[in-house]
């Protein structure tokens, strides 16, 4: 026993003196420790520069390596996978009619006819869809229902699709549902194939709905090491390990701003592309995916910055991640 307490006291110095220490490069993340280590509600922060893990943070040793619940960062899985799918040719781009693609399912509104992939992928469906306002950031009506495909197509239509910014997870599931009937597999095994094993990210798991379609909006779970793969394969252009995993003409285009989107403040929100959150950091485009309780996977390209940090929850008190990622690890970047 005796041996075993020294063993984790041991591990905790180690942990916090390799993220208080200036690293090999110069770079000091000593502030941004000193306010993890405070607040205490952050588990998890890795940063890599230009492919090198610079930083890292652990509230408990190990907790790189604990699954996370990463929420709504399954849009942006989802938005990867459908560009996986376009690249592929299942779809020849993303302004396809969705309908058309989706088996067995009718029109329910005339204007769904003109609803694209395009559309669902940038929040702009036009799909009734209250989940920020009456359903108070949830979508509680959505899982409670027998088949949730069902569900959001028998939604009213409120806008034009492409007109207007609506956040609305039921977007991303019928993504997956298009890319299940193009591909012949569900999501799931479809983005096991084609990006979690080329990445080797052996840790993800996925809910499925009742009829046993991937829940493309949410609930995708891994650990803090898998996530930040993706982050820097989608730094690289699409390529890992030498393979074009995704295009990088599908990366330009889930990185710029294709609906107006919403800010809370100035760092929290912005734009939105395909499924990731665009803002700008002291001077520099940084497009994130993010998920509740504070999962976020950040990628500022030009500065060749990935991050990923985990929460097990933030309370309204403490320093967001986009807030410490802008002014803790972008500024010190700048500061090399």
Known sequence: MHNRKNGTFAALMICLLLSLTPDAHGLDFSALTKILRAEGQVDSVIIYKDGIQRYRFLKNPGDEHRIYNFYSVAKSVTSVIAGIAV????VPH????????LENESVAHPWQEKLTLAHLLSMTSGISWPESTDWQHFFRPLIMSPDWIDFILARDMESLPGTRFNYN???????SRLVQDVTGTNMFDY????????????TVSWYFDPQGVCFGGAWISMSAED????????SNGGVWKGRQVVSKEWIDRMFSPQSKGYSWDAYTGGTYGYGFWINDYRGHSTVFAWGA????????RDLGLVAVFNSSFTSSDAKRPPYLYAEYVV?????D
């Open 293 to 300: 309780r504070e999962q976020y996977i950040f990628i500022t």
């Open 227 to 234: 996530a930040v793969k993706i982050g820097l394969m989608l």
């Open 87 to 90: 690249d592929e040719g299942y």
């Open 169 to 175: 997870t039921g977007n991303h599931h019928l993504v």
């Open 191 to 202: 983005a096991r194939e084609h990006l979690f094993d080329v990445l080797g990210m052996e």
């Open 331 to 335: 500024a010190a970047i700048e500061g």
């Open 94 to 101: 993303e302004h396809v009619p969705v309908m058309m693609y």
